[in-house]
């Protein structure tokens, strides 16, 4: 069955750098999705990506990060300049229409020191 | 904002029994999706009921929306342990335009003791 697949499964950094977490969403998919959940607290919404171009994004995401779909298959989100707060599990989603059940990745567990 | 919340916050069952959980939203939903997470994993798609259907069932899982009282229940049946996880209610923003962004609620803590 096919599968959203994120990489790395966790990534540690340091304040101030930048990073990039991939994945790979479901091959005839046309939107994808990050969310972020800081341990203990609920999913959130950070950003929706449909036709090579940001659909829709939350207060969340703000100047620090950016997405990508450079090819084909892969679909990153870019923090520039992480901060500790960026701490979190970022899950990668992605869906066949709007409206439609999202599929989720396992998650990148992202450790700013 | 747009956000499912669940409610108990945590239940405690035991193996067999039945286990309901509930979810409150605040304004129009074009759907309302219920997921489940086993601790430090990803969230796994259970079931998705739209504003103009009231019941679902997928395997042990009946989900009841009511758009009049903005709330949605998930049952799950004859429960196992390997139902132990948190439960997620998830809304969109309603509207008629792509709206793609998914509010979770804080999510239900079941645990099924064998």
């Known amino acids: 069955e096919p599968e959203v697949t994120q990489t790395p499964s966790h990534q540690v950094t340091q304040m101030g750098q930048e990073v990039i977490l991939r994945c790979v969403p479901i091959s005839n998919h046309l939107y994808f999705y990050w969310y972020r959940q800081i341990l203990g607290q609920k999913v959130e919404f950070l950003v929706s990506?449909?036709?090579?171009?940001?659909?829709?994004k939350s207060e969340i995401f703000d100047d620090q990060f950016s997405v990508e779909r450079p090819d084909g298959s892969n679909f990153t989100l870019k923090i520039r300049s992480t901060k500790l707060e960026d701490s979190a599990m970022y899950f990668c989603a992605s869906s066949t229409v709007s409206y439609n059940e999202q599929f989720f990745g396992p998650g990148t567990r992202l450790t700013v020191l | 904002s747009q956000q499912g919340e669940e409610d108990p916050q945590a239940l405690s069952i035991q193996e067999g029994e039945n286990a309901t959980m509930n979810c409150s939203y605040k304004t129009s939903i074009n759907n309302l999706q219920w997921y489940r997470q086993n601790s430090g994993r990803g969230l796994v798609h259970l079931i998705l009921?739209?504003?103009?259907?009231r019941e679902k069932h997928s395997g042990r899982l009946r989900v009841t929306l009511d758009t009049s009282k903005k709330s949605s229940s998930l049952l799950i049946t004859a429960s196992r342990a390997a139902d132990t996880a948190s439960y997620f209610c998830a809304t969109d923003a309603g509207g008629l335009y792509n709206n793609n962004d998914m509010r979770f609620g804080a999510g239900t803590r079941l645990t099924v003791k064998p």
């Open positions: 009921i739209r504003s103009n259907e």
């Open positions: 990506f449909y036709n090579n171009e940001i659909s829709e």
